[in-house]
């Protein structure tokens, strides 16, 4: 298996994490960073998948009429891709106009459909038990796609930050990196998937590495992980939530600004008034 030096300490938490540990700690991380990486391309091969590596993706930027950080809200990705793709040449959909006030409700209602992986997450968090706030978290974990997929745990916890707990928000902010990043402690594993968009050989960013330090060592680190392990397995097409299922949570934990998400007054308004109207020129 193929394995560079610095994908292992970036994976063990960056330069000052592995310092830290004395020397049996760092074999065990090793041994535990090549077996995750060992099953997960073992089982890529029983399902005849190769992975792409960086080098391979970077090559593909410039076939493709949008950027792979365009909110999601933007774009219909499969638009402008090679002609031999069958969806080629699909078009975004023309949105719902939104009510005069909307709340978090109706975005998830009329912008964010279908959200299945937000509603899955959030009921799996609720399946396991965990704290409202986390399922609220696991709820808007990946909201900030909508609006940018570059950095979209900062997006995501930055949209809520006036209408949310610090810690559902730091919990949002740090999933992001903490989604590179196994923790055996609770059975989180590295993302197959994140060989295939990320490529086999990629090694996480270095504010990426500098967060999951920081996380790491922070009083809520557990909140943040809570949200990946819940995101890690919620990709079931047979699983339907609705967003009521969540409505009593939402109302406890989500301060619903009067005039409605889009026309208040706090540093994000506009951004929920652009995810409101992404049809807008200028
Ligand atoms: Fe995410
Ligand atoms: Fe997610």
């Known amino acids: 298996m193929d394995v560079k030096r610095e994908e292992v300490i970036a994976n063990l938490g960056g330069d000052a994490a592995v310092k830290r540990m004395d020397h049996e700690a760092r074999a065990d991380a090793l041994e535990d960073f090549m077996s995750a990486r060992l099953d997960a391309q073992v ?22 009429g949008y950027r792979r950080g365009a909110g999601k809200l933007f774009i219909h990705e499969r638009s402008n891709q090679n002609p031999s793709d069958d969806e080629s040449g699909k078009k975004v959909d023309r949105l719902p106009p939104m009510p005069e006030k909307p709340t978090l409700i109706d ?17 799996l968090a609720r399946k396991n038990g965990l704290s409202e706030e986390i399922i609220l978290a696991c709820l808007l974990h990946d909201a900030g796609q909508y609006l940018c997929r570059a950095d979209h745990g900062y997006w995501g916890a930055q949209i809520v930050e006036p209408y949310v707990s610090e810690r559902v928000a730091f ?87 009067k005039e409605g998400l889009g026309n208040d007054y706090t540093p994000v308004t506009h951004m929920w008034r652009t995810m409101a109207l992404p049809d807008a020129p200028l």
């Open 43 to 64: 089982a890529a091969q029983k399902k005849g998948k190769k992975y792409p590596t960086v080098a391979e993706l970077e090559s593909k930027i410039d076939t493709r």
């Open 107 to 123: 975005f998830f209602k009329l912008r964010f459909p279908p959200a299945a992986h937000l509603l899955q997450s959030a009921r």
């Open 171 to 257: 919990a949002i902010k740090y999933h992001q990196a903490l989604r590179f990043y196994p923790d055996p402690s609770v059975g989180y594993e590295y993302p197959e998937g994140y060989y295939m968009t990320f490529g086999e050989d990629y090694v996480p960013l270095p504010h990426v590495q500098a967060a999951y330090e920081y996380a790491r060592n922070h009083k809520w680190y557990m909140d943040a992980r809570m949200v990946t392990t819940n995101d890690l397995y919620s990709f079931d097409p047979n699983v339907q939530v609705e967003i009521e299922e969540f409505t009593d949570i939402i109302g406890r934990n989500f301060r619903q600004p």
